[in-house]
């Protein structure tokens, strides 16, 4: 008789075995399954994703921009697998055809109702660890973004409507609204 159950430790493997449509994340061994995002959150991703993937395109950048389903292998482990909302990685060496392996130069993170306390807390611990270089937290309902720039150690808050600087883009800006 067990007095003490040890706790499940999830793997990559728990992941791939998930059944088709079903989505998770896997952060130090916990599995985080992921409802279907709203229409609002689609809608901002959208076009975020856009406004980055066509400023990288004109300035016939390097780096490589994916929305989730993306994955994200964050640490060298197999109990750590993410799908951040949008995705920006610079280094060609880090991607494969299973995703990134390694901190993405750039990560933003829409959140959910769900998603909210991992979004704030949980991946923004595991992205500075990792060596994610910017992280924005996009929440909806506040009618905020969050800027972690992790490199100069800084927070910024901005209202939807403002202009945000991209800390690894000098000179460009993304107004959320």
């Known amino acids: 008789m067990d007095a003490l159950r040890k706790e499940d430790v999830y793997t990559i493997d728990d992941i791939?075995?998930?059944?088709?449509?079903?989505?998770?994340e896997l952060i130090d061994g916990k599995i985080y399954y992921m409802a279907p995002?709203?229409?609002?959150?689609q809608r901002i991703s959208g076009k975020i994703y856009q406004i980055i993937a066509n400023y990288i395109d004109s300035k016939g950048?390097?780096?490589e921009i994916y929305a989730a389903p993306f994955a994200i292998f964050l640490n060298d482990d197999d109990i750590n697998y993410l799908e951040?909302?949008?995705?920006?990685?610079?280094?060609?060496?880090?991607l494969?055809?299973?995703g990134c392996h390694g901190a993405p130069d750039w990560v933003i993170e829409i959140v959910s109702p769900s998603s909210k306390s991992r979004d704030y807390m949980t991946k923004l611990f595991k992205y500075r660890t990792a060596g994610v270089r910017e992280y924005w937290?996009?929440?909806?309902?506040?009618?905020?973004?969050?800027?972690?720039?992790?490199e100069k150690d800084t927070v910024e808050q901005y209202n939807f409507g403002d202009d945000v600087p991209v800390g690894i883009y000098v000179g460009f800006s993304i107004c959320i609204q």
């Not at 951040?84 to 880090?94: E, F, G, L």
């Open 84 to 94: 951040p909302d949008i995705s920006v990685i610079c280094d060609q060496s880090k």
């Open 137 to 150: 937290i996009v929440d909806t309902d506040k009618q905020m973004t969050m800027v972690y720039g992790f």
């Open 61 to 63: 950048g390097k780096c």
């Open 96 to 98: 494969d055809d299973k």
């Open 16 to 24: 791939y075995a998930l059944t088709d449509g079903e989505r998770a």
């Open 37 to 41: 995002p709203s229409r609002t959150h």
